[in-house]
């Protein structure tokens, strides 16, 4: 592997609060403070009108394997996430076996290491089978190698068991993340309980539904003082709550999914099932509010929940479909438009998805700080482009943003000094 050098791009490292021109250095899969002594071995990028910033990391992807190798696999999933211009994904415990136990998490490890693309972090599962009734064991996944606990795509409905596995997490120092849904509430909703969801004749999800299980979560990290991070927070109250919250000190975070702060609950008149998601697109007033939040740091992540459903799953009728839509490879783009429209300066985008991520799962990763993993992402602000499902890396094609105009693109990925990708 030769040594690296990315020559005149405007790096952004909000890690070391860096955001000027300058070169970076990589030599043995690692950032190097100065360039390595043989010159005419190393490999020079040129990275003059690009964006170098430490290796993206998205803390919520679903990569499907073990169980549905159909939908999507740990490899074409890295792929995605490296053409995405991302260099760690956290995927979620709710394959088929649930990893829920150690053997999962070593087949996920060994998966990730074989296919030597992007890292992979797994996650485990709090209950047995996502269940919510009885507690995975938690110290042995740990040390199985999670970097978090989740029951994602489900959610724990008993408030003393979640007190319970929030107690345990924090004896393993291991965060917890939560997938809010009260399911009594959100029933058998599949669209935002609200104007569309009437005129539409869909059954409505209320956001109140999501609402009271972030409450439950504040609570519940003020009692253990331990840290709980909200998934794929969508509505305007829980921001709100979130901030509160925060401002109190509480050890409360949360991330937002792109399709929320871009999309809204109109694009659901088509009854198109590329649109359905949990939780399901809300008003513009959520939208506006899931902005504010990410300007004034209430949410301190952005992450695409990436969902892959295989084509003849989702052709069905709305009210029939999964919920879910892929996202690795146009979450960087879309997040490229929060600056774009100033709602966020470029190295608050950037910290979105390195430094606080990292932060929150205690990663060593999403720094250029010489030393540091040799995990870079090389991002052109101004390329045009349009987004063609038909090539995604994925084995799915249920994305919203199909035919999209996008502005702003990875051109490069490299993970621990290797590029993983590059577009030509
Ligand atoms: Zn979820």
Same mark, same amino acid.
């Given at each position: =592997?030769?040594?690296?050098?990315?020559?005149?791009?405007?790096?952004?490292?909000?890690?070391?609060?860096?955001?000027?021109?300058?070169?970076?250095?990589?030599?043995?899969?690692?950032?190097?403070?100065?360039?390595?002594?043989?010159?005419?071995?190393?490999?020079?990028?040129?990275?003059?009108?690009?964006?170098?910033?430490?290796?993206?990391?998205?803390?919520?992807?679903?990569?499907?394997?073990?169980?549905?190798?159909?939908?999507?696999?740990?490899?074409?999933?890295?792929?995605?996430?490296?053409?995405?211009?991302?260099?760690?994904?956290?995927?979620?415990?709710?394959?088929?076996?649930?990893?829920?136990?150690?053997?999962?998490?070593?087949?996920?490890?060994?998966?990730?290491?074989?296919?030597?693309?992007?890292?992979?972090?797994?996650?485990?599962?709090?209950?047995?089978?996502?269940?919510?009734?009885?507690?995975?064991?938690?110290?042995?996944?740990?040390?199985?190698?999670?970097?978090?606990?989740?029951?994602?795509?489900?959610?724990?409905?008993?408030?003393?068991? =979640?007190?319970?596995?929030?107690?345990?997490?924090? =004896?393993?120092?291991?965060?917890?993340?939560?997938?809010?849904?009260?399911?009594?509430?959100?029933?058998?909703?599949?669209?935002?309980?609200?104007?569309?969801?009437?005129?539409?004749?869909?059954?409505?999800?209320?956001?109140?539904?999501?609402?009271?299980?972030?409450?439950?979560?504040?609570?519940?990290?003020?009692?253990?003082?331990?840290?709980?991070?909200?998934?794929?927070?969508?509505?305007?109250?829980?921001?709100?709550?979130?901030?509160?919250?925060?401002?109190?000190?509480?050890?409360?975070?949360?991330?937002?999914?792109?399709?929320?702060?871009?999309?809204?609950?109109?694009?659901?008149?088509?009854?198109?099932?590329?649109?359905?998601?949990?939780?399901?697109?809300?008003?513009?007033?959520?939208?506006?509010?899931?902005?504010?939040?990410?300007?004034?740091?209430?949410?301190?992540?952005?992450?695409?929940?990436?969902?892959?459903?295989?084509?003849?799953?989702?052709?069905?009728?709305?009210?029939?479909?999964?919920?879910?839509?892929?996202?690795?490879?146009?979450?960087?783009?879309?997040? =490229?438009?929060?600056?774009?429209?100033?709602?966020?300066?470029?190295?608050?985008?950037?910290?979105?998805?390195?430094?606080?991520?990292?932060?929150?799962?205690?990663?060593?990763?999403?720094?250029?700080?010489?030393?540091?993993?040799?995990?870079?992402?090389?991002?052109?602000?101004?390329?045009?482009?349009?987004?063609?499902?038909?090539?995604?890396?994925?084995?799915?094609?249920?994305?919203?943003?199909?035919?999209?105009?996008?502005?702003?693109?990875?051109?490069?990925?490299?993970?621990?000094?290797?590029?993983?990708?590059?577009?030509?």
């Amino acid at each position: =592997m030769k040594p690296l050098q990315i020559k005149g791009g405007r790096v952004i490292d909000p890690a070391n609060e860096i955001d000027e021109a300058r070169d970076v250095f990589v030599c043995d899969g690692k950032i190097a403070a100065a360039p390595s002594a043989s010159d005419d071995e190393v490999e020079v990028i040129d990275a003059r009108g690009k964006i170098v910033v430490p290796g993206l990391i998205d803390m919520h992807a679903h990569l499907r394997e073990p169980g549905r190798s159909d939908q999507e696999t740990i490899e074409t999933g890295a792929r995605c996430a490296a053409r995405g211009g991302l260099t760690s994904v956290v995927c979620m415990p709710n394959t088929s076996p649930t990893a829920d136990n150690t053997s999962t998490i070593a087949f996920i490890k060994q998966r990730a290491a074989a296919v030597g693309c992007v890292n992979v972090f797994p996650t485990g599962a709090i209950t047995k089978g996502l269940k919510g009734e009885e507690l995975a064991p938690i110290g042995s996944l740990k040390r199985a190698g999670v970097v978090a606990i989740t029951d994602d795509g489900s959610c724990i409905q008993n408030n003393d068991l =979640m007190r319970h596995a929030v107690e345990y997490a924090k =004896m393993f120092e291991l965060p917890v993340l939560d997938h809010c849904q009260d399911y009594n509430l959100t029933a058998n909703g599949v669209a935002h309980e609200g104007y569309w969801s009437a005129a539409l004749g869909l059954r409505g999800w209320p956001a109140v539904g999501e609402n009271v299980i972030i409450a439950r979560n504040i609570l519940l990290a003020e009692l253990t003082d331990w840290c709980i991070h909200c998934q794929h927070v969508s509505s305007a109250r829980s921001v709100e709550l979130i901030r509160e919250a925060k401002q109190r000190g509480v050890r409360i975070s949360a991330e937002a999914a792109p399709h929320h702060f871009t999309l809204t609950d109109e694009y659901l008149k088509n009854y198109d099932s590329n649109f359905k998601m949990n939780p399901p697109l809300l008003t513009a007033h959520d939208r506006d509010a899931l902005l504010a939040g990410l300007a004034d740091g209430t949410i301190d992540c952005i992450a695409g929940d990436h969902a892959p459903h295989c084509t003849h799953e989702k052709e069905v009728e709305f009210d029939m479909a999964p919920f879910g839509i892929i996202g690795l490879e146009t979450e960087l783009s879309l997040a =490229m438009e929060l600056a774009r429209k100033k709602v966020l300066t470029l190295p608050q985008l950037v910290e979105k998805f390195t430094v606080n991520p990292a932060r929150l799962l205690q990663l060593d990763k999403g720094t250029l700080s010489p030393g540091a993993d040799a995990d870079i992402t090389i991002i052109d602000p101004e390329q045009q482009w349009t987004y063609d499902v038909g090539q995604s890396a994925s084995k799915s094609r249920n994305s919203p943003f199909h035919g999209w105009e996008l502005r702003g693109k990875a051109v490069m990925t490299i993970v621990d000094g290797k590029i993983v990708w590059r577009d030509e």
